[in-house]
């Protein structure tokens, strides 16, 4: 990682708002069409590898490990651009979606929602969940 990006990065970090856990939430969001796809957690670590492989590094609190999105799956984030907001305690994570985001085999995680006073899906499976993860 050359000087520039790696100072770019430290001045970011200096700006964020983690958690007592050292995280912060992140949206992922389709950089061309504004589609949200789903929220994670990242760490320090995972901002920066993510800057450095040029792809979407999250924190899997679960695993309480690095979790690169796509890597078992095959369904990559490729970072384009990171924002955060006015109280630095959230990043949108502008990025370019290879196939779905969702691990329920969904486009985004928010498929879900009330309308007309009722509880509906709003999108079908793109891909069978038993296949994205073998």
Not at 24 to 48: H, K, R, Y
Not at 93 to 118: I, L, M, P
Request: with cysteine.
């Amino acid at each position: 990682m050359n000087e520039d990006i790696k100072s770019t990065i430290e001045q970011a970090l200096a700006t964020f708002r983690f958690n007592p856990e050292g995280l912060i939430p992140a949206i992922a969001q389709q950089f061309d069409t504004g589609e949200v796809l789903m929220m994670a957690w990242m760490n320090e670590e995972a901002i920066s590898a993510s800057f450095k492989e040029e792809r979407v590094v999250y924190w899997s609190r679960s695993r309480q490990t690095l979790w690169r999105k796509g890597e078992t799956s095959g369904q990559i984030q490729y970072l384009k651009e990171m924002r955060w907001d006015c109280d630095g305690d959230t990043l949108l994570v502008q990025v370019d979606q290879k196939g779905v985001a969702c691990h329920t085999g969904q486009r985004s995680c928010f498929f879900s929602a009330v309308r007309d006073g009722k509880i509906k899906t709003i999108s079908t499976v793109k891909i069978d969940p038993s296949k994205l993860y073998k």
